[in-house]
Every structure is written in structure tokens, then in C-alpha cells.
């Protein structure tokens, strides 16, 4: 009996939904094996990593400030994704927003006007869209590979935040820390449930998430997109621009990665640091994936690798386990699930080991 | 009654009961065959009818699910082609296998066991090459030969081995008339030696003019085993089809309307090595017309295509004209308003997207014509109305509006795919292989289809390698080669003698030295 993959007639739609559950078990249980391999009870690391971080409301709240982020860029670079432009430089994208955006507080610093927040929320974006310009203007002249460009932009973006708060945006009473002023009341995000950390950065997410699925679902530029992804010679024939679709793709995705870094430094930040993001650029492609590139799966996915987020904290603490083990999970989620939708358009068969099959 | 006795004994090949599935379809059902020495046979059927799975089988490239091959009287297990080879079996496949940065000769050894490779190599290439009527230069790289040529390569690699079968799949379907004038001449001669061929095709001329014995297929099954002398081509049809096959011509007296679609002295600059520069291409079609475009395969056809329906952009605008009105600089929506449509050969991926559903597919290019878009947003209702629409005047057989373009057989696709540009009414409609891939019945429709709507007043230009549907529908043929067109000739007047040497270039160089 020697199991081989037999290509499935139709793709299957029960295993596109099935597929990230099955990754989910896979990874728990990878999980299970490298905890017991650690020596702790695999019970007990389960419990610190997956249900301890949501016992109380505070636990919840902290789960949606982690997934807001995640979520904005998870849902843009799904829209890119559809279309095979492949940004997986958001972090540098999330980083110039949020310098951008962090230089718009710091020149309005004291001014106590309502105008500030929104102003730094489109300095935010303006910033990320610059950002993400560049790729795509290489992409479509010199036909640059976007994949190379955005992820090497990443580090120029992390080298430029770094150079600003040692330098010019750097506290002048900081006592040369290398962090910019805390930025002032009116330059800080409201929080939307007291008592907590949760700002105002979700109900932007929420709003991402409607907005993408509508723009996918009834916009001719959602439908630009997907026909362009998965046949790009019918998407000319039809008249549509393939060039449009990459500036239009990477500068959304530019653009809510830009506001997701504003949000995290005027949110639960509140000022420039020389790292702003625990990799949520590069987490918000494991998102997409595991939410099926689709605005509401990215919702749920991002609640769940917020979790991851928020468990590997909390190993941390209560069981001495090394950060390291929450990109180890996110890790082998993304792995499983890739492994797991082969089983879309393949299915797992047993044969004989005499029966040779040449095709 | 000698003689059949004879015939008996002379089997070489005897197939029975071969079954062969694939998952969701049975290619090949109960399968018998019986091939003689010395006999051209013929495999006959319509595309999907199963003969490929069938000859890949025979040749150990498939194996069957069940049923028995038997070789010279003797039962066989072919488990690859290495082990068919040795049998004494060889196969012409209908895509070649070649390096084009090679030699023919460097290609010929790539092909052969070592042991077969031997001192005199090159001799024994010119000594078969004279023989049998293959003419070939060794030392010519492939990428510098026509179609023709580089399919006597691979004969020649296969008569280098000496078998006893030889098969060829579909190999007419890119020669020109001349060119497959003179592969007949070789098989006939190869047979005359000795040699079995077993001959796949679907073209019933060829068959009555080379083959002896025909086996046709339908639906995987053989449903009749002929002698081929008995039969007429139209009886021959009517077995390979299931249906009284009706080939009327389509090409009746036609008033010729206005100019709608003229095309001055258009150029197109080659962008890389692969794809062929266009050279001062000039034609004219009226309404109520149909010219038609013959040539063999990677002569511009699809280069020509893309600079009409404005995929790719031209100048100066006044080289095409729709109506009247300049648009080589033009895009595809753009042109789509002035009244073109268009349909590329490649179903998949170009006419279509798989993926998507019939009513996205409906949306693709009727957005434009129809108005499924109002300030960006996509109004699927009056969308799902026009697909449904397409779906009942062409007979489109399908699980409904929601099922995914990929989901339907070729044929249907075709039909469906036919029906949402002739729906929109285009006054151009330029159309590439319309009926490549399709089965017969659905081919009918859809030619019927566009001699309804140039009667109605469109004009109509088609790209086709298929010289029999282009005589059938044209009014009017201009052969593509080399990206140059010839002038256009009144089919009713054109002898198939012509259309040849219009087809390799001949005609237009001819006309250029007289001036």
C-alpha cells in the first residue's frame, strides 16, 4: 500500500475551508511533540499558550489590539495576492507610515487641535503608498521582481527609522535614548474600551475588512484583480491593465500597512522607537493565506495569530520558553497549510506497489 | 478465401479489449484493433473520442486499466516506451520533441540508444533522407527549419531504428498541401517495404487518399471497423460523429455591404525572437463578409490577432479602422465601442478565465458593449440576464450560469464563448481557430452561427489553420506567411493548388518581383 496524490477532476471547495482546520490540528500537535521534546506538560504549554491570554476581558482586548494591524495589512496584501503582486514588503511599508506619521505629531507637538490625529493618519498612509511606489514603479518599467524590491526596501525602511531616532526626531530631554518625545494627548489614538489598550486602530480593521469585501465581491477593480491574477492573458483581452492593477494593489496595500504603523505608534506605543513592530508586515502574509486571500477569513485569522502572539507571551513568562516558539508556531502554521491545500486539487489514493501509473 | 486466411496470419499488432480511465471519464471502453503487416490503418475519430490514450498505450506510455496487447501473435506487456521501442515500435507524436539550438543531425543522435548511435551515423541519415523522399541538411539548426522539415527529423529518428510499426499522430495537422502531398509519398512508400503505420487523424480526405483499413472511435468506444475503399468520406463522417454529418457549403452569393473594417499598410516590430514581425499587411472586409486567414501555424497569426483587437498598440491610428474611424492606437475596450469583438484561439486563459464562473466570464467582455458597470461597481443581475441569454441561443450544455468557465468541455466553452461576442452585436468580428479542439456538432453551430451574423451585416475575418472550415465559410481567402499577408482571392474561384502557394509565401513574392 503506497498512498500517491491523484489530481482531483474539480477543485475541491470543502477542502479550501477544510484546509486551514486541518493546519490548525497539524500545528497543535507539532506543538504537543516540540513542548514534550522541551520537557513540559504539553497540556500545560497548551493551556499558557491558547486559552490563559483570553480569561479575562483585558486578555480580549489585548487580542484586538494585536490582530488590528494584522489584520489592515492582512486584508490589503490579500487584494495583491489575488492578482499575483507579491508585496511582501509591508513591514518596511508600516514603517515609513508610521515615520511619516510619528513626523507629523512631532511638528504639531503641543498643539492641541483635532485636526492632528487625522492629519498624521494620512501622513501615515501617504507614507506606506510611497513606500510601496517604489516596487511598483520598478515593476511595471523595468519589470523588477516585487517580491526582491519590496522585501529589500524592508531593511532600508528599518535602517531609516533607526538613523531618525538616533538622530534628528530623537528626544531632546530623553537623555539620549534613542526614542523620539511621547507624543501628546491629541496626537494619541483613543481608546475605545476603558480600561484596556484597544484603540481606535480596530474599528478601522472592521472597516478595512467591509470595505475590501465590497470592493472584491461588486467593484470592477475587484474583478480586475482576479481575472488578472489567474489569467492574465484574458484580463488583456478584456482591455484591462495590467500595470494599473500593480500600482493599484501595492499602493492599498502600501497604504493600510502605512496606517497600521501610525496606528501602532500613536496606539500602544505612543512614541518613535527604533522598533515599532514585532514583524507584523511579514505575520500579515501568514494571515492572508491562512484566511484564503479572503477580507473576512483574514478577520479570523488574524484574531488567531494574534493569539499566537499573545500565547507565546504569556509561555514566556509562566514557563520560561523562549519567544522564539511564537514564530515557530506561525511557522508551521503557514507550512501545514501550504502543505494542506495541495489536497485542493489532489487527493490522497493507496495502491499496490506493483500497480505503476505513468502518468 | 485464400487470401483472408493470409491476412490473418499477417497480423502484427492485435489489441483486445483495452479499458483505459481517467478520473470522471472512460477514454478508452473494451478497445479491439487488428493491424496487419504492410497496412497503412487509420485511427479515426473526433477529438476526445479517445484515440490518443489509446496509441499512448500501445507505445507504454499509459498503462491500461485492463485488456491484452498482442505482438506479432504473441501476448505483451509494454510498461514503457524503452520496452516498445525494442518491439519494433516507434511513434511521430503530434508535438515534437526538438532543440531548437541544435543540429538535426545533434537532435537525431539525442534521440537514439547508445548502441544504435554507430560510426556512420551521418550516412545512413542521408542514405533513409534520399530513400524515402525526406530531404534534410545534418548540419541545419533547428530553430532555422519550417514545421515540415523538423517533423522529417523525427522520422527520421524513427525509421533509424528499424521498426516494424510506425505511428503517427494527427501528423498533417500543421503542414501545408504540398508538404503533406509528400509525407503520403513516404508512408506509401515505407508500407510498400513493408512497414505498418498506424495513422491517427481526423481528416476523412486524408484518410481515403492514404489508408486501407480505418478503426473509428466515439466516446472511447470503437463503433466501426471499415475497409476504407467501401466507405465515402460523408459515410465516414457519419460513423466518426454518430449523426448524418451535413457538410453544406456555407459560402452562398452575398451582397457585400460597406466598408466596416480596413486594415492600410499596418507594420509590427517582433519584441523578442519568438514572435514574428508583421510587414505592411493591408485588407479590406465589407459588411454581410467572411475573409478568411489561412496558414500554417507561427506565421503571425497571433500577432496579427493581438494588433487587431488592440492587445497590442499601433501606430499610426489610420492603419486600422473600424468603421471608418482610426484605431491602431487604441485598447481592446476602446475598440470594443467602436464596434469590434473579438475571439482568440486559446479558450483557456485567454477567451476565458477557468476560474471563474460563466457569469464572471460574461462580465469580461460584455462590460463594455452591454454596460454591466455603473461608477465602478458591477451590476451582476443584468450580467447574469445577457449569460443566460448566450447559454440558451447557443445550446451552451453547462451546470447553470454559476459554474466555472473550466468546468465545461471544450466545445461548450467554445459555443458559450462564440455566443457572448456575437450577443453584443459587434459590426467587426474577428475570430481565431473558431472550432479548434471542438467536436463536430458543436463546429457546425458555431460556423453556422457566423454566417448568420455577417448576413445580418458584420464583417467577419477568421484566422484558421483549417483550410476545409475556411473554404466551407469564406467568401473571400488571403494566406499568412512569414507575417505577410497575400491579397485575397474569391474562394468559389481559388484552387486548393493556390491556397498552398499562398500559404508558403510563394504568391505574394512573386507578385513583388512583377513590380
Not at chain 2, 533513409?128 to 533547428?142: A, C, F, T, W
Not at chain 2, 533509424?160 to 498533417?172: A, H, S, V, Y
Request: charge should be negative; aromatic fraction near 6%; glycine fraction near 10%.
Amino acid at each position: 500500500m503506497i498512498p500517491y496524490l491523484e489530481k482531483r477532476a474539480e477543485h475541491s471547495q470543502t477542502m479550501v475551508y477544510l484546509s486551514p482546520f486541518i493546519a490548525l490540528a497539524l500545528t497543535m500537535l507539532g506543538g504537543i511533540i516540540l513542548f514534550s521534546m522541551l520537557g513540559k506538560s504539553p497540556t500545560q504549554a497548551m493551556h499558557a499558550f491558547f486559552v490563559a491570554p483570553l480569561t479575562n476581558l483585558y486578555g480580549w482586548a489585548e487580542l484586538g489590539v494585536k490582530a488590528s494591524p494584522l489584520v489592515l495589512i492582512g486584508v490589503a496584501l490579500s487584494i495583491g495576492f489575488r492578482a499575483g503582486v507579491w508585496n511582501i514588503g509591508a513591514e518596511g511599508q508600516l514603517t515609513l507610515g508610521a515615520i511619516c506619521g510619528g513626523c507629523v505629531a512631532l511638528w504639531f507637538y503641543q498643539v492641541d487641535s483635532v485636526f492632528v490625529l487625522p492629519l498624521m493618519m494620512i501622513g501615515g498612509i501617504l507614507g506606506g503608498m510611497f513606500w510601496a511606489s517604489i516596487p511598483a514603479f520598478f515593476k511595471t518599467h523595468f519589470n523588477a521582481n516585487e517580491i526582491l524590491t519590496s522585501l529589500m526596501l524592508t531593511y532600508v525602511a528599518l535602517l531609516l527609522l533607526s538613523l531618525l531616532v538616533h538622530g534628528p526626531l530623537r528626544d531632546p530631554d530623553g537623555f539620549n535614548f534613542p526614542e523620539s518625545r511621547i507624543f501628546h494627548e491629541a496626537a494619541t489614538l483613543p481608546i475605545i474600551l476603558s480600561g484596556t489598550r484597544l484603540h481606535l486602530g480596530a474599528i478601522f480593521a472592521l472597516i478595512a475588512v467591509g470595505g475590501i469585501w465590497l470592493l472584491l465581491s461588486k467593484s470592477l477593480i475587484g474583478f480586475q484583480v482576479k481575472v488578472i491574477g489567474q489569467a492574465p492573458a484574458a484580463g488583456r483581452h478584456a482591455g484591462f491593465s495590467v500595470n494599473r492593477i500593480v500600482w493599484f494593489t501595492l499602493l492599498l496595500g502600501g497604504g493600510l500597512a502605512g496606517l497600521a504603523g501610525i496606528f501602532e505608534v500613536s496606539g500602544p506605543i505612543g512614541q518613535l522607537l527604533p522598533s515599532i513592530s514585532p514583524g507584523y508586515g511579514f505575520t500579515a502574509i501568514i494571515v492572508a493565506f491562512v484566511g484564503r486571500l479572503h477580507p473576512v477569513g483574514s478577520l479570523f485569522a488574524g484574531l488567531l495569530i494574534a493569539l499566537s502572539y499573545l500565547g507565546g507571551e504569556n509561555a514566556q513568562i509562566t514557563l520560561n520558553l523562549p519567544i522564539a516558539v511564537t514564530g515557530v508556531f506561525q511557522g508551521m502554521l503557514l507550512f501545514f497549510l501550504l502543505a494542506c491545500d495541495v489536497l485542493i486539487r489532489y487527493r490522497i489514493r493507496f495502491s499496490s506497489a506493483s500497480g505503476l501509473r505513468h502518468d | 478465401m485464400m487470401e483472408t486466411n493470409d491476412f490473418e496470419h499477417k497480423s502484427l499488432l492485435e489489441l483486445r479489449n483495452m479499458t483505459r480511465s481517467y478520473p470522471g471519464l472512460l477514454a478508452n471502453d473494451q478497445v479491439n484493433l487488428t493491424l496487419n503487416k504492410g497496412e497503412i490503418h487509420a485511427l479515426l475519430g473526433e477529438n476526445g473520442a479517445g484515440k490518443s490514450t489509446l496509441v499512448k498505450m500501445i507505445y507504454g506510455v499509459l498503462k491500461p486499466d485492463s485488456g491484452q496487447i498482442l505482438w506479432q501473435r504473441k501476448e505483451k506487456l509494454i510498461a514503457s516506451p524503452a520496452v516498445a521501442r525494442e518491439l519494433g515500435i516507434a511513434m511521430v507524436f503530434q508535438h515534437f520533441s526538438l532543440f531548437d539550438s541544435l543540429t538535426v543531425y545533434e537532435n537525431i543522435v539525442l534521440g537514439l540508444e547508445a548502441h544504435q548511435v554507430g560510426d556512420n551515423l551521418d550516412e545512413r541519415i542521408v542514405e533513409i533522407s534520399q530513400k524515402y523522399g525526406l530531404p534534410l541538411e545534418p548540419d541545419r539548426h533547428v530553430y532555422s527549419l519550417s514545421v515540415g522539415e523538423r517533423q522529417r527529423i523525427e522520422i527520421i529518428r524513427c525509421l533509424l531504428q528499424n521498426p516494424k510499426l510506425l505511428i503517427m499522430d494527427e501528423p498533417t495537422s500543421v503542414l501545408t498541401p504540398q508538404e503533406v502531398e509528400a509525407l503520403f509519398e513516404t508512408l506509401r512508400r515505407l508500407c510498400h517495404e513493408g512497414m505498418s503505420i498506424l495513422y491517427i487523424s481526423h481528416k476523412l480526405d486524408e484518410i481515403k487518399a492514404l489508408c486501407e483499413h480505418a478503426t473509428i472511435l466515439r466516446h472511447g468506444k470503437v463503433v466501426a471497423s471499415v475497409q476504407v475503399q467501401d466507405e465515402t468520406a460523408n459515410s465516414l463522417a457519419a460513423k466518426m460523429i454518430g449523426e448524418e454529418f451535413s457538410a453544406v457549403s456555407m459560402t452562398a452569393a452575398h451582397p457585400t455591404g460597406e466598408l466596416r473594417f480596413v486594415v492600410d499598410q499596418l507594420d509590427y516590430l517582433a519584441t523578442d525572437e519568438l514572435s514574428v514581425s508583421l510587414k505592411q499587411v493591408c485588407l479590406e472586409v465589407r459588411g454581410g463578409e467572411i475573409l478568411g486567414i489561412a496558414g500554417v501555424a507561427g506565421n503571425g497569426q497571433d500577432e496579427l490577432l493581438g494588433v487587431l483587437n488592440g492587445e497590442i498598440r499601433t501606430t499610426p491610428t489610420s492603419a486600422i479602422q473600424i468603421n471608418g474611424k482610426g484605431c491602431a492606437d487604441l485598447g481592446p475596450d476602446q475598440r470594443r465601442s467602436l464596434g469590434l469583438a473579438s475571439i482568440p484561439s486559446e479558450r483557456l486563459g485567454h477567451g476565458a478565465v477557468p476560474g471563474l464562473t460563466l457569469n464572471e466570464n460574461t462580465l469580461l467582455t460584455a462590460h463594455e458593449r452591454i454596460g454591466l458597470v455603473r461608477m465602478g461597481l458591477i451590476n451582476y443581475q443584468k450580467s447574469e440576464e445577457f449569460g443566460l441569454q448566450v447559454i440558451r441561443d447557443f445550446d451552451v450544455r453547462c451546470h447553470g450560469i454559476q459554474a466555472e468557465a473550466g468546468s465545461l468541455s471544450g466545445g461548450n466553452l467554445q459555443k458559450f464563448i462564440v455566443g457572448r461576442e456575437i450577443n453584443q452585436q459587434p459590426s467587426v468580428l474577428i475570430v481565431s481557430q473558431p472550432t479548434w479542439g471542438v467536436d463536430a456538432g458543436a463546429a457546425q453551430a458555431i460556423r453556422m452561427a457566423l454566417r448568420k451574423l455577417a448576413d445580418s451585416g458584420a464583417a467577419i475575418l477568421v484566422i484558421s489553420q483549417d483550410l476545409d472550415e475556411l473554404i466551407q465559410i469564406s467568401d473571400r481567402l488571403a494566406a499568412i506567411c512569414s507575417g505577410v499577408l497575400s491579397k485575397a482571392q474569391t474562394t468559389a474561384e481559388v484552387t486548393m493548388e493556390q491556397i498552398g502557394l499562398m500559404m508558403s509565401g510563394v504568391e505574394t513574392v512573386e507578385d513583388e518581383t512583377k513590380k
